[in-house]
């Protein structure tokens, strides 16, 4: 267990490392998800964090142009409304 | 436009090939390397970090996965176009250690997959629709 957290910050260190600081969404921004969940469950949202505009899509691709369209530089985080994560993966995903 | 991809049972694991043209991934039966269809990842295309280095990609974002476990885990996205034969689309592109096709790939084309343990072979026949216009589909 313990040596799967360590796996779990190794990769996000590198993440940190190769894409800037990952910058995860504020409570307010998660909690007005959340008020949407009954809505648009299953929507995959890309959260721009600087202005923490939300652009929704029915996958990451759709979302993502969305929110390219506004914001043609910036980079997001995506959520999928109403579940833990945006995808999943049975039998675990290594790290590179 | 129509897809059919034709790939083959490798150890238990039905595979397509595929090969990096031009900066692009293409999936055809001239390919080497292989992407594994996995049932188990309900994402898109995942790649390991040495082809994600000769395609052109544009980084997205973070995305979370949750694994079997009940771990979640930060991974970097990114957009890419897929070439499946005289079609391309544009794919949301994780990065690990393995090469999957997940099952939005396939969602994505409404396929039909057979796999035929009497031949060793899998199939796959779907539509692909370009939907998304994209500067890195050469369309924007």
Known sequence: MKAKKSAAKRLVTRTQRLEGAVRRPSRRVLARLKEWDPRYKGQVAAIEMESEEIFLGKDVVE?????????????????????????????GLRKR | MKIQLVGRIVDAEPRFPSRIVGRRLLLDDRGRDQLILDSGFTGSVAIPEEWANRLELRYAGIQTFELANGQIVEF?????????????????????????????????????????????????????????????????
């Open chain 2, 76 to 140: 970097p996205t990114y957009l890419g176009a897929v070439q499946l034969g005289q079609a391309a689309g544009l794919f949301e592109i994780v990065v690990t250690a393995e090469a999957l096709l997940g099952m939005e790939f396939f969602e994505r084309l409404k396929a039909r997959i057979v796999i035929d343990w009497r031949t060793k072979k899998v199939s796959c026949t779907g539509n692909l629709r370009p939907k998304f216009p994209s500067p890195l589909m050469g369309e924007g």
């Open chain 1, 63 to 91: 979302a993502t142009l969305k929110g390219w369209e506004k914001y043609p530089d910036r980079t997001f985080y995506f959520v999928r409304i109403g579940y833990p994560a945006v995808h999943s993966r049975r039998g």
